[in-house]
């Protein structure tokens, strides 16, 4: 393993940050071509979503639409950027065949691409969301500030488990279909309509689950929740695990990904 190739292809692809943002950029207008409304899009189509669903959820539940509309709301946002990871993820090289055939690049250019699209797109979704939350009474507070380290700290696992899946799907192109199908049914195991509580004494049963981790580091401070120290010290031991395994790989086989798309 070469990692002083690995590192110097970390740096030299953090250092030309406009390569990368303007490629997401590029990929996120291009999606809304021709549209009125462009990206606004993103948020619209989720809010139709959410809340067509949060009222008839509620409406079974007998509940009120205000506490569960909030909190399926932030569920669903940050559950599409974290899938959003793995299934872009599985496919971050082969797409880009073309620009890695013809131009000498580095390799983490792409992945940090793929990271900077999926940011553009939560950042919609966020709108909508404190929009949302404002119009029902539910003003920002202290806890709230707690998202902005919570989100580097997902970033950086994130990026790895993009990197690890990038390698396998590229080498075995059976993995990319397979994660979809996997995915399709990951909202329903993961606490992002019903509740981790709904367990009892035993809900630390739900953080099995490595997307419940990163679902509840996010969500709770956009609720105005404290972070709970057991998800805080679950995803701080997950990121490490998954930056050192993705580090490796990258090491490994970042030379031969050439060969594999």
């Not at 974290?82 to 599985?90: A, H, N, R, Y």
Request: charged share 15%; glycine share 4%; with cysteine.
């Amino acid at each position: 393993m070469n990692y002083t190739l690995a590192v110097k292809d970390i740096v030299n692809s953090a250092k030309k940050w406009r390569v990368w943002y303007n490629l997401a950029l590029y990929d996120t207008k291009a999606k809304y071509q021709r549209t009125k409304l462009g990206p606004i899009w993103i948020v619209l189509v989720n809010l139709i979503f959410v809340g067509g669903i949060s009222l008839v959820w509620s409406t079974i539940q007998h509940a009120d639409i205000r506490s569960i509309l909030p909190r399926f709301f932030s569920g669903f946002i940050v559950w599409q950027f974290l899938s959003s990871f793995v299934l872009e993820g599985c496919e971050v090289f082969t797409v880009e065949k073309k620009i890695i055939f013809n131009i000498p690049i580095e390799k983490f250019t792409f992945l940090l691409k793929n990271a900077v699209t999926q940011i553009l797109i939560l950042l919609h979704n966020l709108a909508g969301f404190f929009i949302v939350m404002t119009l029902m009474g539910n003003w920002p507070n202290f806890y709230m500030l707690l998202f902005i380290p919570a989100l580097i700290l997902t970033l950086i696992a994130a990026i790895g488990i993009s990197l690890i899946l990038s390698f396998i799907a590229a080498r075995f192109r059976d993995i990319s279909p397979l994660i979809r199908s996997l995915m399709s049914v990951g909202m329903l195991v993961t606490p992002v309509l019903w509740d981790a509580a709904q367990f009892g004494t035993k809900y630390y049963l739900v953080y099995i689950n490595p997307f419940a981790i990163f679902l509840d580091l996010l969500r709770k401070p956009l609720l105005g929740q404290p972070i709970g120290m057991l998800e805080l010290s679950l995803a701080l031991t997950l990121t490490f695990v998954i930056s050192g395994v993705a580090f490796m790989l990258f090491s490994r086989f970042r030379h031969r990904i050439i060969y594999w798309i």
